[in-house]
Each structure stands twice: as C-alpha cells, then as structure tokens.
C-alpha cells in the first residue's frame, strides 16, 4: 500500500488534499493522471450499465435535497455509527471496527512479535519497559507491568499452551482488575468505554446568507435517494416498462468516524449506483443477474479472479432498507473489503417517499392495470474504492536487467495514456516536427502524451509505471523510411510501423 500511495503522489494520480496547510484527514485529489483514471472509470461503468444496456436510463440529480428526503429515507433516525472516545489520548473508534484496528494497531503488531519469540512474564516485562513505553504507554502493562503480570499468570500460562486466544489475553493485559476483560485502545492501550455513542453520519450544512434563520440541509449521504425521488419523473418522461433501471454517479458525504487505508474509506466520495425497479416476483431472480453481471464488469476491466469475492450478508448485517445484500469484495492490501454492495431493498423507499410526500409513487401495469411498488435492486459501488482496487490490481513490479521494472498493467479502458509520442533526439528538429505531428494526431483519438525530458530508457521506465500502453518512438530512420517504434507495454516487444498506418494499427490493438 505504502508503494501505491507513494507511486500515486510521485506520477500525479493522488494528492493529500490542501497539502500546503498541511492536508485534511481523510481528503484526497485527484492529479493529472488520477484525473483521467477516474474519469476511465466511470466511463467504462456508464458505457456498460447505461449505453450497452436497453433497460437502463441515467440521472444527474443535485447534491442538495429537500430535508424531508433524508426522515422519509430513515437517514435522520438510523444512519449512524456508534463509536467509543478514548478517554486518554481522544482518538474515536467504531465500536463494530475496534478489534480490527486494535489488531492492525503498532502496540499490538510488535507484542504479537515479541510473544512469537517467547511468552513468559520476564520477556514481556521487557517489552512493556522498552516498545511498550514508546508505542502504548497507557496500557496497563506497561503502566504497571509488574501487577498486571501477577493478574495474568494464568492467562499467560494458558496462553502458552494455547488455551487463550490473542484477543482474549489482550483484553486481560488491558485490564486495571484482576480476572476483568477490557478493550484497550488501539492508539495508547487506555481502557476503552464498554458502551458507544451513536453519531449521526450526515453533514449538514445551511441554505441562506444568516445561519440563523437558514435552511438546515444535508449533504446527501447516498446517490440512491435522488433516484427515487424522481422515479415518476422518470417514468412520466420515457414511458420505461418494469424493469428497468436508472444510474447515476455522484459525490456523497458521510463524517465516517474513522477515515483511513487512502481513498477507501473517505468523508466526500463519489458513487456509482444503480436502482433497478422490477415485481416482487423477480426481485429474487434480478438480484442474482445483477450480482453475476457486476462482478464480470470488474473482471472485465481486468481485474485479477483470484481477488475478487462475493459475500452475502448475514441478517444482522442488513441496513435498515435491505432484504437481502451481498458484497463483491476485493482482496486489498489490508485484507478482503468491500468494494461494491448489491442489495435488495424492496419496495421500501418508494413506499416511504410516497407516505411523507404524499405523493402516489406507484406504478401501473398497463395491461392489467393493477397498481403497485416495484421492488428495488441495487448495485451500489464506490468510484474511489473501484480506481483503488484498479490500481492495486495493475501494480506489477518486474525484474529486467538486474532492474526493477514497475509497470501498471492498466485494462485498455481504464490506462489514462493510450500512447506516448517520444523524440529520440530532442535537438533534432526534423524529429521533434514529425513526432509533434504524430501526436498531434493521435490525439484526436486516444489519450496520449508527448516526452522528451530523457533519455528513452528512462522515457519507456516512465510510461510503464503509470500505465501508457503504447510508445511510439521517433528516431532517425523514421525520417527516410516513414517508420516509427511501436513498443508494447507489457510485453516490451518493439515493431516497426509506417507512419500512415499507426492510426489503424493502435486502433486494432486498443479496439476501442
Ligand atoms: N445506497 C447504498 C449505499 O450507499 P453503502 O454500502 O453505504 O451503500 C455503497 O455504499 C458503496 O459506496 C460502497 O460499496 C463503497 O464502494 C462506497 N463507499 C461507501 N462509503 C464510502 C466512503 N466513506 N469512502 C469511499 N467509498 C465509500
């Protein structure tokens, strides 16, 4: 991870937001490259759920939405989630995450090492005096080693003989009493609150020049409720027939409580979400083909199989709306996350809107003439975690003459460079005037790039570690024969092609 988000601020794909100010937790930018990745994204995701589709049509509905939408949507009353404050250091940690970053956390990793090694009371004494000090100085182990180790002999013993599961005996070195489990804190090892407090996830903000008597709006935590509440809009304007669905990408806000793994998991994001509207009947059915379709999209784009999973929900997991979920998750760095939900979520929100509206939201079949709520399908994705997924997927690291060669094996769709156009010679001027024309050229097709800032080692290095699928280099020969180096960026192969025919030849091979 730490090589991506380097590689992401080094080439210009992501920047820490407002980085001169020193950044803002959780906000990132898009560079030049990023630009053009994200935009690769959500193009390939409109061509294929809108334009390759019959069934589908768009939206682009505001950010801003009447208030009532979010008490109709059950976002004022449920979208939260409860977390605990550390009393020592103040950090906040979603009760339903804790153990997962107490287990990731530094104090945790270098105990868990320290304890391969050995698992008596005089090493762990070490430790608490020496790395514990320094990385959870409010632990009670390491405030009072030598109590704590006298309370938990017996654990530890256990431990050893592997009675006692770490999180168990974690929970014990935490502990101020003896034979008491506690959660420590996965920033200083402070005994967490048992208890959390439920924080509302929506940002607000206010419609008005004078707060005071302004209009509270939210900042739309989902894209999906601008969809249904322009269901009959939609309907009334192009007489769509169950089923059909309705897409659209947009930011979304949420004031998570913890924020981290780079653009995973962040404050302002962008979704791609679909609501398919079909019977009851097949609302089964339609889930099924949309979970199967979304997860050959990713495949598509050229994602690896073996990193991607589906996982249904358990009932406790559901969100208040859904029936039923599963999650197409994707192996990242840090463990198999979600990457895109695709719920089903009945008849709800119609239902809902049409009660605090009232407004009749209902659909007539034609034929019989029978009015109902169609039942909702949802694939919702994020485009931040789908760009990073892309990323992680497409970083290769190679070696070739005794070198390292990073390259992005980026699908055709989604590479934010077709081709770079590079002069052989810089000073040359009969070079540069015809690998200018070249590129200016291409770039009325593909995405391309024009570099004569080194040498063209150092030239193709570049291009391969973000991305570019082809160079087109333009030497002295090219000038007499009309030809240029056509060198491909996975396999590194190298042809000569003529001039006149480049255009169709990177046409056939990107087959865009
Ligand atoms: N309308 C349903 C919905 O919003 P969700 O599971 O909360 O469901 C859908 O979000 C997708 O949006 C997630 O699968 C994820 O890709 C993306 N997403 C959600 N919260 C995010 C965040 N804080 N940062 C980046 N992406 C996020």
Same mark, same amino acid.
């Not at 210009?12 to 898009?30: C, K, Q």
């Not at 695709?342 to 003439?369: C, E, M, P």
């Not at 980026?410 to 460079?417: D, I, N, Q, R």
């Given at each position: 991870?730490?090589?991506?988000?380097?590689?992401?601020?080094?080439?210009?794909?992501?920047?820490?937001?407002?980085?001169?100010?020193?950044?803002?937790?959780?906000?990132?930018?898009?560079?030049?490259?990023?630009?053009?990745?994200?935009?690769?994204?959500?193009?390939?995701?409109?061509?294929?759920?809108?334009?390759?589709?019959?069934?589908?049509?768009?939206?682009?509905?505001?950010?801003?939405?009447?208030?009532?939408?979010?008490?109709?949507?059950?976002?004022?009353?449920?979208?939260?989630?409860?977390?605990?404050?550390?009393?020592?250091?103040?950090?906040?940690?979603?009760?339903?995450?804790?153990?997962?970053?107490?287990?990731?956390?530094?104090?945790?990793?270098?105990?868990?090492?320290?304890?391969?090694?050995?698992?008596?009371?005089?090493?762990?004494?070490?430790?608490?005096?020496?790395?514990?000090?320094?990385?959870?100085?409010?632990?009670?182990?390491?405030?009072?080693?030598?109590?704590?180790?006298?309370?938990?002999?017996?654990?530890?013993?256990?431990?050893?003989?592997?009675?006692?599961?770490?999180?168990?005996?974690?929970?014990?070195?935490?502990?101020?009493?003896?034979?008491?489990?506690?959660?420590?804190?996965?920033?200083?090892?402070?005994?967490?609150?048992?208890?959390?407090?439920?924080?509302?996830?929506?940002?607000?903000?206010?419609?008005?020049?004078?707060?005071?008597?302004?209009?509270?709006?939210?900042?739309?935590?989902?894209?999906?409720?601008?969809?249904?509440?322009?269901?009959?809009?939609?309907?009334?304007?192009?007489?769509?027939?169950?089923?059909?669905?309705?897409?659209?990408?947009?930011?979304?806000?949420?004031?998570?409580?913890?924020?981290?793994?780079?653009?995973?998991?962040?404050?302002?994001?962008?979704?791609?979400?679909?609501?398919?509207?079909?019977?009851?009947?097949?609302?089964?059915?339609?889930?099924?083909?949309?979970?199967?379709?979304?997860?050959?999209?990713?495949?598509?784009?050229?994602?690896?199989?073996?990193?991607?999973?589906?996982?249904?929900?358990?009932?406790?997991?559901?969100?208040?709306?859904?029936?039923?979920?599963?999650?197409?998750?994707?192996?990242?760095?840090?463990?198999?996350?979600?990457?895109?939900?695709?719920?089903?979520?009945?008849?709800?929100?119609?239902?809902?809107?049409?009660?605090?509206?009232?407004?009749?939201?209902?659909?007539?079949?034609?034929?019989?003439?029978?009015?109902?709520?169609?039942?909702?399908?949802?694939?919702?994705?994020?485009?931040?975690?789908? +760009?990073?997924?892309?990323?992680?997927?497409?970083?290769? !690291?190679? $070696?070739?003459? &005794? =070198?390292?060669?990073?390259? #992005? *094996?980026?699908?055709?769709?989604?590479?934010?460079?077709?081709?770079?156009?590079?002069?052989?010679?810089?000073?040359?001027?009969?070079?540069?005037?015809?690998?200018?024309?070249?590129?200016?050229?291409?770039?009325?097709?593909?995405?391309?790039?024009?570099?004569?800032?080194?040498?063209?080692?150092?030239?193709?290095?570049?291009?391969?570690?973000?991305?570019?699928?082809?160079?087109?280099?333009?030497?002295?020969?090219?000038?007499?024969?009309?030809?240029? +180096?056509?060198?491909?960026?996975?396999?590194?192969?190298? !042809?000569? $092609?003529?001039? &006149? =025919?480049?255009?169709?030849? #990177? *046409?056939?091979?990107?087959?865009?």
């Amino acid at each position: 991870m730490e090589k991506i988000v380097s590689l992401c601020k080094r080439r210009g794909f992501i920047f820490p937001s407002s980085e001169i100010y020193g950044g803002l937790a959780s906000a990132w930018d898009y560079g030049p490259l990023g630009a053009e990745l994200k935009r690769n994204v959500k193009s390939a995701w409109w061509s294929t759920v809108v334009h390759q589709r019959d069934d589908m049509v768009g939206l682009d509905a505001s950010i801003l939405m009447h208030p009532r939408t979010w008490e109709a949507s059950g976002h004022v009353s449920s979208f939260s989630d409860p977390f605990v404050q550390c009393p020592s250091c103040q950090r906040h940690f979603r009760l339903d995450k804790v153990w997962d970053e107490i287990e990731s956390s530094p104090w945790v990793v270098s105990l868990r090492e320290a304890m391969s090694v050995d698992a008596d009371s005089s090493y762990l004494l070490h430790w608490a005096r020496t790395e514990g000090k320094k990385l959870a100085p409010n632990l009670s182990l390491v405030k009072e080693p030598e109590v704590t180790l006298s309370w938990i002999a017996d654990s530890l013993s256990a431990f050893g003989q592997h009675k006692v599961n770490f999180k168990d005996f974690l929970s014990r070195l935490a502990a101020r009493q003896s034979g008491i489990a506690q959660t420590p804190c996965p920033q200083c090892g402070a005994i967490l609150p048992e208890e959390g407090v439920a924080a509302n996830l929506m940002l607000k903000t206010f419609l008005g020049p004078v707060e005071q008597t302004a209009e509270k709006v939210y900042l739309r935590p989902e894209t999906a409720q601008g969809i249904f509440v322009n269901f009959k809009s939609v309907l009334d304007a192009t007489h769509r027939r169950l089923p059909f669905g309705i897409a659209q990408i947009g930011k979304a806000f949420r004031n998570e409580v913890t924020t981290k793994n780079f653009i995973f998991r962040m404050r302002e994001f962008e979704q791609m979400e679909i609501e398919y509207f079909t019977t009851k009947q097949d609302a089964e059915d339609c889930h099924r083909r949309w979970i199967e379709d979304r997860l050959n999209w990713y495949l598509n784009m050229g994602v690896r199989k073996e990193n991607l999973r589906v996982r249904p929900h358990a009932k406790d997991e559901l969100a208040h709306y859904a029936a039923a979920c599963t999650d197409i998750e994707y192996n990242f760095p840090f463990g198999w996350s979600e990457l895109e939900g695709i719920a089903n979520r009945t008849d709800y929100d119609l239902k809902q809107h049409a009660k605090f509206s009232g407004q009749d939201l209902q659909y007539q079949d034609l034929t019989t003439g029978a009015k109902f709520y169609p039942y909702v399908i949802e694939p919702s994705g994020g485009v931040d975690r789908a +760009t990073l997924a892309f990323l992680v997927d497409a970083y290769h !690291e190679e $070696i070739v003459k &005794d =070198r390292t060669r990073v390259v #992005l *094996r980026f699908s055709k769709e989604l590479a934010p460079v077709k081709a770079a156009v590079l002069p052989l010679l810089k000073k040359n001027d009969g070079i540069v005037t015809l690998a200018k024309r070249i590129k200016n050229d291409l770039q009325k097709e593909f995405a391309c790039v024009y570099d004569d800032t080194a040498a063209i080692g150092k030239l193709y290095r570049r291009q391969d570690e973000v991305g570019t699928f082809y160079c087109v280099t333009v030497d002295v020969e090219s000038l007499e024969d009309g030809q240029v +180096t056509v060198r491909d960026r996975d396999t590194m192969a190298q !042809e000569r $092609i003529s001039v &006149d =025919r480049l255009k169709e030849y #990177l *046409r056939e091979k990107l087959a865009l």
